[in-house]
């Protein structure tokens, strides 16, 4: 088997440059540096907002899909629903579409359907209403 010399030039290169950088590594530990390679610094609000995005994006699913099942479910619903005016029922089928008829000369009556989606901005709202209450509590 015949091994071209570039092929043992690029190994070689290879090798070199990880033993340079395993060096560096270690002087660089010896006097205490951190490796920068690897590490990721989050501050501790970032950590705290991830939290609270991640709790409350599990409230939100668990209202949207259950209903509200506790004291604080109940708070962050009835928020909601003094805001907008009107209850929300959580319980009712997902999707809500609006029923029309439409007349045509050469079809007749056709009746079409058309979805009616407000529910984005509940949605919206309710995550925020729960971001809002998850903090407060981490806060407490």
Same mark, same amino acid.
């Given at each position: 088997m015949e091994i071209p010399t570039y092929q043992i030039h690029k190994v070689m290169k290879v090798y070199t @440059? +990880?033993?340079?950088?395993?060096?560096?590594?270690?002087? =660089?530990?010896?006097?205490?540096? #951190?490796s920068?390679? !690897? +590490? $990721?610094? $989050?501050?501790? +609000?970032? #950590?705290r907002q991830a939290i609270i995005d991640q709790v409350a994006a599990d409230i939100v699913d668990r209202i949207t899909n259950f209903g509200p099942r506790d004291e604080f479910d109940q708070e962050i619903v009835d928020k909601l629903e003094s805001e907008i005016g009107r209850k929300v029922d959580f319980n009712k089928a #997902?999707? =809500? !579409? &609006?029923? &029309?008829?439409? &007349? !045509? %000369? %050469? #079809?007749? @009556?056709t009746t079409s359907t058309f979805p009616v989606d407000d529910s984005r901005f509940l949605i919206n709202r309710l995550e925020d209403l729960a971001k809002e209450a998850v903090n407060r509590n981490m806060e407490t």
């Amino acid at each position: 088997m015949e091994i071209p010399t570039y092929q043992i030039h690029k190994v070689m290169k290879v090798y070199t @440059k +990880q033993l340079t950088q395993s060096r560096l590594l270690e002087r =660089s530990r010896a006097l205490g540096g #951190k490796s920068s390679m !690897d +590490q $990721i610094n $989050i501050s501790t +609000q970032g #950590k705290r907002q991830a939290i609270i995005d991640q709790v409350a994006a599990d409230i939100v699913d668990r209202i949207t899909n259950f209903g509200p099942r506790d004291e604080f479910d109940q708070e962050i619903v009835d928020k909601l629903e003094s805001e907008i005016g009107r209850k929300v029922d959580f319980n009712k089928a #997902k999707k =809500s !579409d &609006f029923v &029309f008829n439409t &007349f !045509d %000369e %050469e #079809k007749g @009556k056709t009746t079409s359907t058309f979805p009616v989606d407000d529910s984005r901005f509940l949605i919206n709202r309710l995550e925020d209403l729960a971001k809002e209450a998850v903090n407060r509590n981490m806060e407490t």
